[in-house]
Nanobody
Framework: QLQLVESGGGLVQPGGSLRLSCAASGFTVDDYGIGWFRQAPGKEREGLLC????????NYADSVKGRFTISRDNAKNTVYLQMNSLRPEDTAIYYCARAALGCMRVISEYDYWGQGTQVTVSS
């Protein structure tokens, strides 16, 4: 059964860090582009970063540049999102998703999505 499961969200103070995990089953993560997205209340879903089958990363959001990084552990079939210097405006539900054609900016190109994990940045 093909599945993506996010974990690692929670409540963190401004300036803190979190690492989100996206564990895949039913397919191999290094055969696909895997992207991280987020959606805040009342806002559209926003693409953040993507890691390609070759391991290269693409950043889609200037707001997280220099603070968030994406990585992959092929042995664990898991993709990570390391988030540093978190700000209240980073509060959102974070999702990972799979793109069959590699990293794509268009959200509709991602065919399988996880259920999301809540990240709240607040003092």
């Amino acid at each position: 059964q093909l599945q993506l499961v996010e974990s690692g969200g929670g409540l963190v103070q401004p300036g803190g860090s979190l690492r989100l995990s996206c564990a895949a089953s039913g397919f191999t993560v290094d055969d696909y582009g895997i992207g991280w997205f987020r959606q805040a209340p009342g806002k559209e879903r926003e693409g953040l970063l993507c890691i390609s089958p070759s391991g290269g990363s693409t950043n889609y959001a200037d707001s997280v540049k220099g603070r968030f990084t994406i990585s992959r552990d092929n042995a664990k079939n898991t993709v990570y999102l390391q988030m540093n210097s978190l700000r209240p405006e980073d509060t959102a539900i974070y999702y990972c998703a799979r793109a069959a054609l590699g990293c794509m900016r268009v959200i509709s190109e991602y065919d399988y999505w996880g259920q999301g994990t809540q990240v709240t940045v607040s003092s």
